[in-house]
């Protein structure tokens, strides 16, 4: 097994979030599971690791938030350690048409999705500097790629955690600490359990292995993005998306 180290998965109590924390537990490392609101849904990630032998520390915050990010850091550290594992996954959608979407759904959408990123990174990049070693994983997505009509502000706030990713990469890799994207496709969560039917039907249809994906399936390629050799891979990303990309 490769050393342990501490990671912090941005929104981890739920779906894609919840099989980060857990696979990077299974990989050894100390967990924070960062969540907004749900702490019942933490606890029950923190309850899970620790069954299965792991170490675990809920931790509430809006990632979206200078201080509470800050605060964030400060618990993490002091409950388990410097930090130099960092998963960016916390996120929401607002969808709309263009002409229908709202200033506040646009900002919300960029502020929890990408600027936590910002917030969550430079927070993180200290620890990972000192110890001159870091792994920085952010969740994107296929529209983040693709685009997707109705999801404006989500599409640019993924495709903003595409240069940004690949802008950290360059700044930072001297000291090997990686940056890297996993941009997932229609993934079976509560953020896609709430679309119609018709919607659902219409994904479907164009993804090549004509399947949904599961959270597992971006966890696997989160943790191994975070794993020791994994070390020569940065600024890349990775689709884990069915092929609905292609
Ligand atoms: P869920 O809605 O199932 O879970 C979202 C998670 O983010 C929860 O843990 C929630 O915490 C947390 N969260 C939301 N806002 C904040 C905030 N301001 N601060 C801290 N935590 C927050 O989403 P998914 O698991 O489906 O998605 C996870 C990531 O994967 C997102 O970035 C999403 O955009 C991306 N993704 C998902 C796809 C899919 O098909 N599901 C496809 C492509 C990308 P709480 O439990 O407290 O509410």
């Not at 509470?68 to 618990?75: A, I, K, N, S």
């Not at 164009?206 to 597992?216: C, N």
């Not at 971006?218 to 943790?223: D, K, L, S, T």
Request: net charge negative; proline share 2%.
């Amino acid at each position: 097994m490769s050393e342990q180290r501490v990671a912090v998965v941005t929104g981890g109590s739920r779906g894609i979030g919840r099989a980060i924390a857990v696979g990077l537990a299974g990989a050894g490392h100390a967990v924070a599971v960062n969540y907004a609101s749900r702490r019942d849904a933490a606890d029950e990630v923190v309850a899970a690791i620790t069954a299965s032998g792991g170490s675990a520390f809920a931790v509430g915050a809006d990632v979206s938030d200078p201080d509470q990010v800050d605060r964030l850091f400060g618990e993490v550290t002091e409950a388990l350690g410097a930090p130099t594992i960092l998963v960016n996954n916390a996120g929401i959608t607002r969808d709309n048409l263009l002409l229908r979407m709202s200033v506040e759904d646009f900002d919300d959408v960029i502020s929890t999705n990408l600027k936590s990123a910002f917030l969550c990174t430079k927070a993180a990049l200290r620890p990972m500097l000192k110890a001159r070693w870091g792994r920085i994983v952010s969740i994107a997505s296929a529209a983040g790629v693709m685009g997707n009509a109705g999801q404006s502000n989500y599409a640019a706030s993924k495709a903003g955690l595409i240069g940004f990713s690949k802008s950290v990469a360059k700044e930072v890799g001297g000291r090997s600490i990686t940056a890297n994207v996993v941009a997932p496709g229609f993934i079976t969560t509560d953020m896609t359990d709430v679309l119609d039917d018709a919607v659902k039907e219409a994904a479907l249809s164009s993804i090549v292995l004509g399947r949904f994906g599961e959270a597992s399936e971006i966890a696997a390629a989160v943790a191994f993005l975070a794993s020791e050799p994994a070390g020569y891979i940065t600024g890349q990303v990775i689709g884990v998306d069915g092929g609905i990309a292609l």
